[in-house]
Nanobody, 123 residues
C-alpha cells in the first residue's frame, strides 16, 4: 500500500483559495484517490474522488468550487479550492483505495489514509 503525506493547508480569508497536495510513496495510477475532511465536532465527510481514468466525483457542497486532480508522473494528488467559506474549515485528509469498483466519495472506498492538513477559513 502507498503512504500518503498531505501539505498545503493554512489560514485564508473567506473567498480565498488554497491548493492542497498529497504526495504518495508509490504509483497511484490505478488507485481510487480522494480527499476527505473533518471539521471540529463533526464526522469525517467525503469531498472529492478521482479514479484511474481521471473521472471526478464531488460532494454537493464543493462542486464548482473545488477541483481534484492528479499528476501520475509525480504521484501527487491535488485539491484546488476556490471561493472558500468558513464552513470549509476542517482537517483535510488524502486517501487511496485499491479495491475494484466505483470510486465513490465514501470512506468505505478507501483503505489508506494520510495524517491530514488543517485548513482554516476566516470570515
Amino acid at each position: 500500500q502507498v503512504q500518503l503525506v498531505e501539505s498545503g493547508g493554512g489560514s485564508v480569508q473567506a473567498g480565498g483559495s488554497l491548493r492542497l497536495s498529497c504526495a504518495a510513496s508509490g504509483d497511484i495510477r490505478n488507485y481510487c484517490m480522494g480527499w476527505f475532511r473533518q471539521a471540529p465536532g463533526k464526522e469525517r465527510e467525503g469531498v472529492a474522488t478521482i479514479n484511474a481514468y481521471h473521472t471526478q466525483r464531488y460532494t454537493d457542497s464543493v462542486r464548482g468550487r473545488f477541483t481534484i486532480s492528479k499528476d501520475t508522473a509525480k504521484n501527487i494528488l491535488y485539491l484546488e479550492m476556490n471561493d472558500l467559506r468558513p464552513d470549509d474549515t476542517a482537517t483535510y485528509y488524502c486517501a487511496a483505495g485499491s479495491a475494484v469498483g466505483p470510486c465513490l466519495v465514501s470512506s468505505e472506498a478507501m483503505d489508506t489514509w494520510g495524517k491530514g492538513t488543517l485548513v482554516t477559513i476566516a470570515s
